[in-house]
């Protein structure tokens, strides 16, 4: 046994963060607000307008209305007081303002919004956006039961970070990116059971239910570190809004700009029908929303032809998901007037189709458990699907669009599904659980997906990793020392027989298997000198006969039997490690891993949809 330096012992070929998606134990930095809330918060009279420098709320109160932030160098410390409004957003940060942050607010009501003041007539987008807010930062709250959006950055806002954050139990989506958003971050936050009921505490059913974070025409979002669990519709939607409401509502907004290069990496997707969903209204019956937009489809579509037959049985698709008959028939039958004409007919006959923009997104070493429909839903142009860990049986990727491939010729394009792992024992193999519609997508690339190990302390170490494991979980079970091997993982087979994540007590040293020597039957002394060299772990000349035989390879002809990789073991699944080369983490900013299975912390308006 020979001693090493445990700052050197490295893991090679996987991201960190899937060695740690599952691992008891793994520990996040704290979400929510660092000051605990008060069991009986007392009211509280809200401080006087304007707010600027520091602004600190005294820590057991709850401050009924809204607080306005409109000023520069600005810190809302609310201390773990309780900021709540009944009429309109809880805290607004408004106007061509520039260095704004809010902490230790626990926030219920209307939520936070970040948004420039209103449009002016005839303006452009890229004019507004240059007067709306900037290096605005949310840190710290915790938004709860809010009757609309939990956190909402409002049009054209610009680079806002949301993060170390609890969002949950919002009447729309958790957190939404209103259009012409730019450069917004939301990181490390927990985003959980949104999207479940309207303003007016009415549930929300099939098709109106809502996503943790909605993606409507923005770009360049940032959307790293955070827990999605139990969201109504999904985790992450992407789309362009359809300007909606564009002839009852004049003054409404087209969306220009699409949702496109957003990059969502380094989460954990849990217990919702969809985790991630680009263009996540393609192929939608959008004929109640009155839209605005140009369509190239003959609508109405009549629903006979509107879709392939074989549609409901894709897997990963929607048996109707064209369909608001579900959302109707509910409201009729609590005797509620149905939207937008009275119609609660449980059926239809055809639909209404306008295209959708989310080109050129990223989902990237993301962990998807417990996913009811699908993982990741593509429904737009080259997108790039790699290094994700998914874990159970379910349809991890999905890539078509029936409506857009079979009235316009427009099947999706360029996907890439590359480099990601699984762990499901059931299973071929990952294509077993790609749903790729046929005749609905061109060029998608898919190779390298490979089946996880699953650790024995209930970790996940990726296809073409290793990782330490000791013999004992204190040193003085073993000698007096910590003993490790490296475990190799490679196609679902973990290398090696150590069980334990960690040792304590003694140095550390790295197990040597012993050298075994084993007598030819017959040969002369050359024969029996490369035998001694290939048990001791030499590389033989690729021209012997024992390398073209597999003699002396782990489970070959000849070959050791052992369970932990020894001689020229090693040197095989090093070739293999080498034949299957993995993307390096994106260089953007550092992996953070997403933390342990469970993990984390604990009016129906028009503006969020």
Known sequence: MRSREHARLGLTAVPLFLLLALAPGVTRAQRGPSVPAAAAPRACELPAAPLSGTVTLEPDCRYEGTLVLDDNDTVLDCAG????????????????????TIRDCYVGGGGISVAPAARRPDEDDDSLRARAPKNVVIEGCHVAHTFMTGVFLGPCSVGVTVRRSIVEDAASAGIYLEWGTQH?????????????????GLPRVDWQRREGLAIDAAAYTV???????????????????????????????????????????????????????????????????????????????????????????????????????????????MGLPCEPAGDCAPERESVWIWPDFAEDNTVIRNRFERIEVTGVRVEDDRAHVSSNLFVGAFPYVYVGTPFRSRWLDQPVRGTVVADNDFVDDAAPGFEAHLSLAVGEHVDTDVRNNARACVLPWGGVLASGGEILAYRAEAAVDDGGACVFERRHCWEGALAGSFGFAACSGGPEVEYEPPVVVEEP?????????????????????????????????????????????????????????????????????????????????GGRGRGAT
């Open 81 to 100: 007081a309780t900021v709540a409004s009944t009429s309109g957003r809880s805290i607004r940060v408004v106007g061509d303002i520039h260095d704004v």
């Open 184 to 200: 917004a971050v939301i990181e490390d936050n927990l985003i959980v059971d949104n999207g479940f009921r309207y303003g007016d």
């Open 223 to 333: 959307v790293a570190g955070n827990t999605f669990r139990g969201n109504a519709f999904g985790g992450v939607f992407l789309y362009k809004n359809c300007w909606e409401f564009a002839h009852g509502d004049p003054n409404g907004p087209q969306r220009l700009q699409h949702a496109h290069d957003n990059v969502i990496r380094d989460n954990v997707f849990e217990d919702t029908p969809i985790g991630v969903w680009i263009a996540a209204r393609q192929a939608r019956d959008l004929g109640v929303w009155d839209c605005g937009d140009p369509t190239p489809y003959p609508n109405p579509l009549p629903l006979a032809e509107a879709f392939p037959e074989d549609y409901p049985a894709q897997p990963g698709a929607f048996p109707a998901p064209w369909d608001y008959a579900i959302d109707y028939l509910g409201r009729g039958l």
């Open 521 to 601: 039957d017959a040969g002369s002394e050359d024969d029996v000198a490369d035998t001694r060299e290939d048990d001791a772990g030499a590389v033989p000349d690729p021209d012997s006969d024992a390398k073209r035989s597999g003699s002396g390879c782990g489970g070959g002809p000849g070959g050791p039997a052992s369970g932990a990789l020894a001689g020229l073991a090693i040197v095989a699944l090093a070739d293999r490690l080498r034949r299957r080369p993995r993307p390096a983490p994106s260089g953007r900013t550092g992996a953070r891993a997403p933390g342990a299975s469970g993990g984390g912390s």
